[in-house]
């Protein structure tokens, strides 16, 4: 049974989009196929929590080979569109300057498979923050199902 959610988000409108994709690539530098992250639908600053979201569609660079004829969103990319969610949240929320980059992944564990079709919601909480280091606990969900968790570091260079 997975664990409960980050924070409560029954009361929040996940279809109401705050910045869309175009305002992510103004904070995130990854772009084209590397761009995990297509909006974000919330966020607060205290308590300092995001939400955004992914649309897994059949574009993805990963659909030829993973798997052919069963696409599955790899892990690793769960992982990166977490590492933006929390990148987009340092950048414009915190106004951090400079570069933001990934420094690590303290746990991640896959519940559930994520497919063409879905959107994939990432729900953040900031765990640390300074002035050049982070960490964030991100869940995956998607159709109310959560689908990964993991708590993601960055740190300013």
Not at 100 to 116: C, D, L, Y
Not at 118 to 123: K, S
Not at 133 to 150: H, K, P, W
């Given at each position: ?6 924070f409560?988000i029954s ?6 989009v705050?910045y869309d ?18 909006g974000i ?22 659909i030829r ?9 790899p892990?690793v ?5 977490a590492?933006?969610?929390a990148s987009?949240y340092?950048?414009?929320i915190?106004?951090?300057?400079g ?7 303290e ?10 079709g879905q959107?994939l919601?990432?729900?953040g ?5 300074t002035?050049?280091?982070f960490g964030?606990?991100v869940q995956?969900i998607?159709?109310g199902?959560?689908v ?8 300013r260079?």
């Amino acid at each position: 049974m997975p664990p409960a959610l980050l924070f409560d988000i029954s009361q929040i409108d996940l279809t109401k989009v705050e910045y869309d994709r175009n305002a992510v690539l103004e904070h995130n530098p990854q772009n084209f196929e590397m761009q995990q992250l297509d909006g974000i639908v919330w966020h607060s600053v205290d308590p300092c929590r995001i939400i955004g979201f992914k649309d897994v569609t059949d574009n993805e660079f990963w659909i030829r080979g993973h798997i052919p004829g069963r696409p599955l969103m790899p892990g690793v990319i769960m992982i990166e569109a977490a590492a933006q969610l929390a990148s987009f949240y340092v950048k414009k929320i915190k106004e951090a300057k400079g570069f933001v980059g990934f420094a690590g992944i303290e746990s991640a564990k896959f519940r559930q498979t994520v497919v063409p079709g879905q959107r994939l919601y990432l729900i953040g909480e900031m765990t640390k923050y300074t002035p050049r280091m982070f960490g964030c606990a991100v869940q995956g969900i998607v159709d109310g199902n959560m689908v990964f968790e993991t708590v993601v570091s960055g740190i300013r260079v």
